[in-house]
């Protein structure tokens, strides 16, 4: 899915909160773009499942307007369970 935010913002990270009432183990990408054309990986899990609860990723500061995740299922099932993402501008 693809979250659009109000107007361009300078990003450095993003976290995500993958399900983690269990041992599951996920896969997944994020990537940012300014205009949804061109898209920049932040974070790649395509090929190795890391586990649930808070994924903190953090890169260089950039203009960001789309924040895109996909997901590539768990060691249980083939969905994506986020609860929750967050998008913040780097601490001055």
Do not use: M
């Given at each position: 899915?693809?979250?659009?935010?109000?107007?361009?913002?300078?990003?450095?990270?993003?976290?995500?909160?993958?399900?983690d009432l269990d041992r599951r183990r996920f896969k997944y990408l994020v990537e940012v773009s300014p205009d949804g054309k061109k898209w920049t990986t932040v974070d790649d899990h395509q090929e190795e499942a890391v586990p649930g609860g808070w994924r903190k990723i953090e890169f260089p500061p950039r203009d960001v307007r789309f924040v895109r995740v996909q997901g590539f299922g768990n060691t249980v099932n083939d969905g994506t369970q986020l609860v929750e993402i967050e998008v913040y501008s780097p601490k001055e």
């Amino acid at each position: 899915f693809t979250i659009e935010l109000p107007e361009l913002f300078v990003v450095s990270e993003v976290r995500l909160l993958l399900w983690d009432l269990d041992r599951r183990r996920f896969k997944y990408l994020v990537e940012v773009s300014p205009d949804g054309k061109k898209w920049t990986t932040v974070d790649d899990h395509q090929e190795e499942a890391v586990p649930g609860g808070w994924r903190k990723i953090e890169f260089p500061p950039r203009d960001v307007r789309f924040v895109r995740v996909q997901g590539f299922g768990n060691t249980v099932n083939d969905g994506t369970q986020l609860v929750e993402i967050e998008v913040y501008s780097p601490k001055e």
